[in-house]
């Protein structure tokens, strides 16, 4: 079984910084594409930014800049960095990953979600 659990949301200032976590766990044989995705009231889930197993990231247009997406392979960790945020950056982030368990099956997996709120 595999669990993927965030940490680090919570509510800040327009212009302020959060940095949010995401540790995998469980029956872990490998772990390609890690992100983070996020929904806010009434919207679709979008992806914000994602990144591979060699570090290559990719970021949505309207974080690039201000966020910043990394990963520690050795301990199934992923990182989303938040700099300069604003209030259309509030919603509930959620972090998934590409992985293969030990028993040889691979499916994408989620955490259950961080509230990110962005307000005076």
């Known amino acids: 079984q595999v669990q993927l659990v965030e940490s680090g949301g919570g509510l800040v200032q327009p212009g302020g910084s959060l940095r949010l976590s995401c540790a995998a766990s469980?029956?872990?044989?490998?772990?390609?594409?890690m992100g983070w995705y996020r929904q806010a009231p009434g919207k679709q889930r979008e992806l914000v930014a994602a990144?591979?197993?060699?570090?290559?990231?990719n970021y949505a247009d309207s974080v690039k800049g201000r966020f910043t997406i990394s990963r520690d392979n050795a301990k199934n960790t992923v990182y989303l960095q938040m700099n300069s945020l604003k209030p259309e950056d509030t919603a509930v982030y959620y972090c998934?990953?590409?992985?293969?368990?030990?028993?040889?099956?691979?499916?994408?997996?989620w955490g259950q979600g961080t509230q990110v709120t962005v307000s005076s």
């Open positions: 998934s990953a590409g992985i293969a368990t030990t028993i040889g099956y691979k499916s994408n997996y």
């Open positions: 990144i591979t197993n060699g570090g290559t990231t």
């Open positions: 469980g029956s872990i044989f490998s772990i390609n594409a």
